[in-house]
């Protein structure tokens, strides 16, 4: 599995958008980037994933750049309940998952 | 659905000792995971499996057994309890099928003292 490259914490605040970087150079071409998040000391949840294409839903927006050696997770309107720990995944898909460290997101107000 | 359900949420074992920590869900997933987590840590994977009768080992398997003998169940056996073991302890399950990744539905975890 391709390795990832995240920043260890990141700040915004509440109410503007929430730009969550993830650098995966190495990803294979059937790869897919995955997103989850860990609430403090909760089971984590998923969040979105794509292969190439952006994709969004009601959670987040995924921008996947081109060569797709980078992608960047967006919570448009980030509020409190979004600080948590974000973990960028690269795996087949179906295939298993392996975390790294993430990304501690803090929200303030 | 109850979703993932994982027993006991807490546990403290003594060295040596042994135990299961069980793991269910009512979706009808096939694939099923065990993660461990540290404090201050990131997820390791213990073992997976991706259907009934299919296991397969992660990045830290070693002390631990699973077996997955219907597609609801997946337990996590202890054999003989160390300290290194104490943390917690996430079961996940995910439908994938032809086109459709719903993503994994983790368990509230099951947290693991071992004295």
């Known amino acids: 599995d391709a390795k990832t490259t995240q920043p260890t914490s990141m700040d915004c605040a509440e109410g503007r958008a929430a730009n969550l970087p993830c650098n995966h150079s190495t990803i294979s071409g059937n790869e897919y980037v995955y997103w989850y998040r860990q609430i403090h000391s909760q089971g984590p949840q998923y969040i979105i994933h794509?292969?190439?294409n952006n994709e969004t839903n009601e959670m987040a927006s995924l921008i996947i750049t081109e060569d797709r050696k980078s992608s960047t997770l967006i919570l448009p309107h980030a509020t409190l309940r979004d600080t948590a720990v974000y973990y960028c995944i690269v795996s087949l898909y179906g295939n298993k998952l392996v975390f790294g460290a993430g990304t501690i997101l803090r929200v303030k107000s | 659905n109850a979703g993932v359900t994982q027993t006991p949420k807490f546990q403290v074992l003594k060295t040596g000792q042994s135990m299961t920590l069980q793991c269910a869900q009512d979706?009808?997933?096939?694939?099923m995971s065990w993660y461990r987590q540290d404090p201050g840590m990131g997820l390791r994977l213990i073992h997976y499996?991706?259907?009934?009768?299919?296991?397969d080992q992660g990045e830290v398997p070693n002390g631990y057994n699973v077996s997955r003998s219907t597609t609801e169940d997946f337990p996590l056996r202890l054999l003989s309890a160390a300290p290194s073991q104490t943390s917690v302890y996430f079961c996940?399950?995910?439908?994938?099928?032809?086109?459709?990744?719903?993503?994994?539905?983790f368990g509230s975890g099951t947290r693991l003292t071992v004295v």
């Open positions: 996940a399950s995910s439908y994938i099928g032809q086109g459709f990744d719903y993503g994994y539905t």
């Open positions: 499996s991706v259907g009934a009768g299919i296991t």
């Open positions: 979706m009808n997933h096939e694939y």
């Open positions: 794509g292969l190439k």
